[in-house]
């Protein structure tokens, strides 16, 4: 069963009410900070364009989650769920890694993370997912910290 377009469609309203409920956060910034709106309209414009890009294309499924799908048939859990659960698991993780440990210790490791979970077993190389893990990271670094001039979370422990 293909669940690409209404799960784009949920994206795209949880998207909105995102950004209706952000727009209710009330702003009293200094000249130079964003403010409090700036990452979740980031995070909830990101989902909407993810979310039209998903109703909008033609559906492929890729050969790698055809052959999952497949080995899978008969079990309870498809591996596109266990996937999804995994990726929750790995954002709850994260948030709490990055309240414990920061921002530069927690991002690289959960963006490889993630990477491990994306790529599936048989493009998964573990120098590539060390270099998106360190890309990420000096990426957001660069825009969020020196461009815009905003603290990145510094944890607790360190």
Known sequence: MNTEKPLGAGLVAFAIAGILVTMQISVRTFNDDPG???????????????????????SKISDVLREEEEAAAGTDQ??????????????VAYS?????LGYYIATPLMVYAFYHTIAGAERRVWWRGA???????GGVHLVFSELLNTLLPSGILF
């Open 131 to 137: 270099l998106y893990g360190l890309a990420v990271t």
């Open 96 to 100: 709490l890694a990055l309240w414990l």
């Open 36 to 58: 409090p709106r700036l990452f979740p309209l980031l995070g909830f414009s990101i989902l909407l364009l993810c979310g039209l890009g998903m109703v909008l294309t033609r």
């Open 78 to 91: 498809t591996p596109a769920a266990r996937r999804g659960a995994i990726m929750f698991g790995l954002l």
